[in-house]
């Protein structure tokens, strides 16, 4: 069991950066895959970034390749999204979301735990 809260959510210019946190609860913070998944409105839920338990493999979707970097200290219990160059387009609700098998996914259920989400607002 775990328990995620996210946070650095706010509005920013485009081309500007933001930098959002998910704090896990708990003390198996490490056994657990980890992603970032956002929905805007009218849309469905999108996969954005994905590490394995380790951190040294990471995934991201196409949409924000070569400007989010997803990263995670086991030892604080918290995982990272560092979003630079951001678009009008990137306008969501953050969700942070954990799971133990398989070792990562970029499909929404097959995540089991997840944090209320943050919103991140882009304006041109």
């Known amino acids: 069991q775990v328990q995620l809260v996210e946070s650095g959510g706010g509005l920013v210019q485009a081309g500007g950066s933001l930098r959002l946190s998910c704090a896990a609860s708990g003390r198996t913070f490490s056994t657990y895959a980890m992603a970032w998944f956002r929905q805007a409105p009218g849309k469905e839920r999108e996969f954005v970034a994905t590490?394995?338990?380790?951190?040294?493999?990471?995934h991201y979707a196409d949409s924000v390749k070569g400007r989010f970097t997803i990263s995670r200290d086991n030892a604080k219990n918290t995982m990272y999204l560092q979003m630079n160059s951001l678009k009008p387009e990137d306008t969501a609700l953050y969700y942070c979301?954990?799971?133990?098998?398989?070792?990562?996914?970029?499909?929404?259920?097959?995540?089991?735990?997840w944090g209320q989400g943050t919103q991140v607002t882009v304006s041109s």
């Open positions: 590490i394995t338990r380790s951190g040294r493999s990471t």
């Open positions: 979301a954990a799971d133990q098998s398989p070792d990562w996914s970029d499909y929404p259920l097959d995540y089991d735990y």
